[in-house]
């Protein structure tokens, strides 16, 4: 495959653009050569017969030319002490983790966070490339089985399965730059990482504090990264992030006649039933393009993605609501599409994204042979047994997305605004848009509703400048420096378009909010899964954690809305003669069944709300050493509408016993009104974490990075969420 694009010339701009992250700097293993070409020819090749000019017509071997290697090896460990915990989450109040493996309860756990990372690349011939790149998770041992299975729950990704992981098997990139443009093959890898369009491939940026290490970190002076992170008010990530996992294969071409271009993919996506289908025979499968032209300094284009298949290879399944005796049956067939078009409009004193497009869910659906086969009839129309999100009604399927950055040249301060508006059809966990109104974007139809599936968070408290679906909103934003004061203000707020609560088993009608304090202490109690934690109410993702307050309205005749306010501070200074960095953030949330209202509230009359305040600093007391430290609080209210625990000892008319901290619940385990005298307490929580830490770099290729962070959550009538502690890390990474 490569060979088919093996022709042009390869230069350096060639395979640069578009390429994953290149975390380090590449160390060729032959000597550099003083021609600006990446590659280099050796002696040997130099001196060949056969190395003579195209022109003559004899051909040309340059093998294996340009040889390059680079990556990181990192020690993570970490030292949890918790005097109070609950016994659910985490199930013991003391750990000595080494590289994944804790050694005090002899378990793994969950994270597959890379320990090393090797990457290959180089020239074949002379006019094709290659980049092999392995990644390895923590400890490399455990016991080794294939994917999970039904009757078989520890799979290759669950914690008792603890083998090497190879991030990225033998991918193969080649290139060609030709008369009529430059074309980029991708094929085979682990994983291949992609974007297209907010709502077709990407990834949401959530913010992050710098307090935590993170494994993409790059090398560099430790210092340098906090000073980026006060300059741009963001993190360094990877290049890949924002980016969304595919497996298969990607053809790119740029710089084609007329200014155009195009991305097309075809595979896999991690909600494909996973990147090991071929074990567990699951037929589903994902295409997706895009299409874009420059017109001068704007770009306009189209994007497709359309996730297709079965959910397994039998295609169709006994409904479990009917008894065998009179058997009932499902479709097994699902039919996801989103198409968009989108513009990025530069101008002297504003710039414009706009992205707008239909979308349609559908599963459930037969095959025409399983048709025939179980009915006995030919299928005149699509039998829908599952969702049946279409698009018949643009304005019911509609996604649609403006955001407006005006310069300081034009309003005398800069400012963004975005207005956006996405329906319940257009459901991609693999896009921006969170999910938060369709429980059937799992990999396999028996994890809707249950512990395995956290692709769904109904109601949730989004981010400024995140978007969701069944949702339609604004977002305001102010970012400025003021000498060397950095300030970032914003305003946002959304409202939802149907109620979906029906949809969910627990707690459909109810509010998710992800915690930012601790927030990835907390993702380490209960690893990748929903209803988590001794109330059921938390969803574990990476590096963070959404609880879900269920609301106990009998009847719901509204539809909530959103509000948030953020503010962020960030200064930097000379104390003693040494830099240091302050930065300080806010944010504040409210929840309200208001039929209109964008302004934040401050009072009971909001379902829920949620104040964060977090303060780091960063001081280089040494042009090796930095000092960390970071502190934060988190206060989260309900009112008497929010579910509600018991104050007292009793017994239900039912006949269930309950004492104090236990939740006010149906037979069903749902949140509900008191029935007894004790009509119970709301949410009242109260988090806080703080620490100091210390980076010391042995060069700009090798660092120790020290933590300890003593953290805790108090809520006043939900006493089983009580829980403090205090952990240490220590991460030792050398780059090569």
């Known amino acids: 495959m490569l060979l088919i694009l093996g022709y042009g010339e390869v230069t350096a701009s060639g395979h640069g653009d578009g390429d994953s992250a290149r975390v380090t700097n590449y160390t060729p293993v032959a000597a550099p050569s003083a021609s600006k070409k990446w590659f280099t020819f050796s002696p040997m090749l130099k001196s060949s017969t056969a190395a003579q000019t195209e022109e003559s017509g004899t051909k040309q071997y340059k093998r294996w030319t340009g040889l390059k290697y680079s990556g990181y090896i990192r020690s993570y460990n970490q030292y949890r002490v918790m005097p109070q915990h609950n016994s659910i989450a985490p199930p013991a109040d003391q750990l ?86 430059d074309f980029t093959l991708i094929a085979g890898g682990g994983v291949n990482w992609a974007k297209l369009s907010p709502f077709t491939l990407a990834n949401y940026q959530y913010r992050d504090d710098m307090f935590e290490r993170y494994p993409w970190q790059p090398e560099g002076n430790s210092f340098g990264s906090y000073t980026r992170y006060y300059n741009e008010q963001n993190i360094a ?15 790119v071409g740029k710089n084609l006649p007329k200014g155009f271009g195009f991305t097309f993919i075809v595979g896999k996506s991690d909600n494909s039933g996973g990147f090991q289908t071929y074990l567990t025979k699951t037929p589903k499968n994902m295409i997706a393009f895009r299409v874009d032209k420059s017109v001068g300094v704007h770009k306009i284009g189209v994007n497709f993605f359309d996730q297709f298949g079965t959910y397994d290879a039998v295609g169709f399944r006994l409904d479990p609501r009917f008894a065998t005796t009179d058997p009932h049956y499902l479709g097994s067939k699902v039919r996801q599409q989103i198409i968009t078009a989108d513009a990025r409009l530069n101008f002297t004193k504003f710039k414009i994204f706009t992205e707008v497009g239909v979308g349609r869910f559908q599963d459930g659906l037969f095959t025409n042979r399983d048709y025939e086969q179980l009915f006995g009839k030919k299928q005149t129309t699509d039998s829908v047994t599952g969702l049946n999100y279409n698009w018949n009604n643009p304005l019911k399927a509609h996604c649609f997305n403006i955001q407006i950055d005006a310069f300081k040249s034009w309003f005398g301060f800069p400012i963004s605004a975005q ?13 921006e848009s969170l999910n938060t109104s369709n429980n059937h974007t799992v ?14 968070f109904p109601g949730a408290i989004t981010d400024i400048g995140q978007m969701a679906n069944n949702r339609w909103g604004s977002n305001f934003k102010h970012e400025a420096a003021y000498g060397k004061l950095k300030v970032s203000a914003a305003w946002g707020f959304n409202k939802e378009w149907e109620n979906v609560a029906d949809l969910f088993s627990n707690r459909g009608n109810s ?30 993702i990476y590096r963070r954690v959404y609880e879900s307050y269920g609301i106990t309205d009998t009847t719901v005749d509204y539809l909530k809305m959103y509000q948030t306010l953020n503010l962020n501070l960030g200064y930097k200074l000379k104390m003693l003669g040494r830099d240091l960095i302050l930065n300080n953030f806010n944010t504040y949330n409210s929840v309200t069944d208001d039929n209109f209202n964008p302004i934040p509230v401050f009072t009971d009359k909001a379902f829920l709300r949620t104040f964060y305040e977090e303060l780091m600093a960063f001081y280089s007391i040494h042009p090796k050493v930095t000092v960390v430290s970071f502190g934060s ?17 009793g017994t239900t008319a039912d006949g269930i016993d309950y004492k104090p901290g236990d939740v006010i619940k149906d037979l069903h385990s749902n949140p509900t009104l008191s029935t007894v005298a004790d009509k119970g307490a709301t949410i009242n929580q109260f988090s806080w974490g703080y620490g100091i830490g210390l980076d010391y770099d042995f060069s700009g290729r090798a660092g120790l990075y020290i933590r300890n962070r003593w953290f805790g959550q108090k809520d006043k009538n939900f006493t089983l969420n009580n829980y403090k502690g205090m ?5 030792l990474k050398i780059f090569f």
């Not at 990877?238 to 969304?244: M, P, S």
């Not at 609080?633 to 000892?649: D, F, M, P, Q, S």
């Not at 952990?727 to 991460?731: A, L, M, R, W």
């Open 237 to 251: 990530r990877d290049q890949r992030w924002g980016n969304t996992g595919t497996q298969g294969f990607m053809l």
């Open 511 to 540: 509010i998710s909010y992800w915690h930012q304090t601790n927030s990835f202490t907390t993702s380490r109690f209960t690893y990748f899964q929903k209803y988590a934690g001794p109330y059921q109410r938390n969803t574990s």
């Open 419 to 431: 207005f956006y508006s996405v329906r319940k059809s257009v459901a991609n966990v693999n896009s």
């Open 96 to 181: 000595l983790t080494v590289n994944g493996l804790d050694i005090v309860n002899k378990v793994y756990t969950g994270y597959q966070e890379p320990m090393f990372l090797l990457r290959l690349e180089g020239s074949p011939t002379a006019k094709t490339w290659f980049q092999v790149e392995y990644m390895f998770d923590n400890q490399m041992m455990g016991i080794i089985r294939e994917d999970s299975v039904a009757s078989q729950v520890p799979g290759i990704g669950q914690t008792t399965n603890r083998r090497a992981m190879v991030y990225r098997i033998m991918q193969f990139k080649g290139y060609a730059n030709t008369k009529v443009g």
């Open 727 to 731: 952990e240490t890390t220590v991460e």
């Open 443 to 456: 990999a396999t139809p028996t994890n809707i509703n249950t512990n395995n599936d956290i692709t769904v």
């Open 633 to 649: 609080i988190e206060k989260v209210l309900g009112n008497n509408r929010v579910e509600k625990a018991y104050t007292t000892y």
